[in-house]
């Protein structure tokens, strides 16, 4: 299969960086606290993030880019996430150039009255029961929001169907291609990409930051 053959190429190329990313994850579900380090991808120096500054990133990510998430991200803070007012989170949002600054502002100041819950979440072992509950409680996330907020998290039985994994599943004819990712579509990927996991041994985790390397030439998160 030629998309199993990309793959291959990636882990290749950057299995070092893959598996430091899902360690930093797992921090975060085992500690509740990790550091990112974006290098060599990104020249950003590296950075704290705890449950509350994740859940934000991912927010901050829907229709937009990871790189922009991260760059916000190390900006605010841990501490900005849960205190900042809201004028200022929208002023640095906006600075950042991000395009829904205020609605994304909104949506972490709401958050902060569901960070029990996350925690919460956190602590689940089915990947699929703590996706359900994340979009049915957290304003802001469908699907693709909260598979990325528990991959981030050190879940590793959901799949982020990103604009980047949707076009390498419809371009390698893994899928047939649509134009929306309606949850049915979702589902449909997501069992797609879990023949890839099993057949090369890899977590969901893990194959979407092959995919997104494959695609963008990057780790990210």
Known sequence: MIAEDKIKEAIEEVKQFVDKRINEFKNLKIKGLTEFNFNPFLEIEPYKADIFSEASFCILTA??????????????????????????????????????????????????????????????DNGKEARELLVKNIKGYGYKEASHFL?????????????????????????????????????????????????LGLTQGELDLYIFYIKTKKVLK
């Open 151 to 199: 991959r981030n998290v050190g879940f590793e039985d959901v799949a982020i169907i990103d604009r980047h994994i949707s076009r390498f599943l419809f371009e390698n004819g893994l899928v047939k291609p649509r134009k929306t990712i309606t949850k049915k579509v979702y589902l449909e990927c997501e069992e797609a990409l879990n023949k890839i996991s099993k057949n």
């Open 63 to 124: 229709n937009s880019s990871a790189t922009l998430g991260i760059k916000i991200q190390k900006e605010v803070g841990i501490k900005g996430f849960k205190e900042y007012p809201l004028e200022k989170l929208f002023q640095i949002f906006k600075e950042k150039g991000h395009r829904f600054a205020m609605q994304r502002a909104e949506r972490i100041v709401s958050l902060r009255e569901k960070e029990n819950l996350l925690y919460q979440i956190v602590k689940m």
